[in-house]
Nanobody
Framework: EVQLQASGGGLAQAGGSLRLSCVAP????????IGWFRRRPGKEREGVSC????????YYADSVKGRFTMSTDNAKNTVYLQMDSLKPEDTAVYYC???????????????????WGQGTLVTVSS
């Protein structure tokens, strides 16, 4: 069974930065589409960023575009989410997820993703 592990969350001030990491021992990220999702207090889980294996492109939710950067390090088998210019509304539990199948249409539809990490909490103070 694939076990994704997200880490790097913590407390940041508004305008600050954090970098999240996602690893999965024995799992080759390059073979899967990978997504970052978050669940803000009182809200549904939402997509933040994803890289689609079929085209190699990275997509961002409008709410984080220009502030967050997703990247992969295949040598380390790690996926990152660099979060800059953080806002209090970015406070959430962040999850990484992987999809083994073909994704089309809404890349942030949670149903596409087969494997989920346990989440890491990001708190942004004003």
């Amino acid at each position: 069974e694939v076990q994704l592990q997200a880490s790097g969350g913590g407390l940041a001030q508004a305008g600050g930065s954090l970098r999240l990491s996602c690893v999965a021992p024995g799992f080759t990220f390059a073979d899967y589409s990978i997504g970052w999702f978050r669940r803000r207090p009182g809200k549904e889980r939402e997509g933040v960023s994803c890289i689609i294996s079929s085209n190699g492109r990275i997509y961002y939710a409008d709410s984080v575009k220009g502030r967050f950067t997703m990247s992969t390090d295949n040598a380390k088998n790690t996926v990152y989410l660099q979060m800059d210019s953080l806002k209090p509304e970015d406070t959430a539990v962040y999850y990484c997820a992987a999809s083994a199948g073909v994704i089309y249409g809404d890349y942030f539809l949670t149903g596409w993703y087969n494997y989920w990490g346990q989440g890491t909490l990001v708190t942004v103070s004003s």
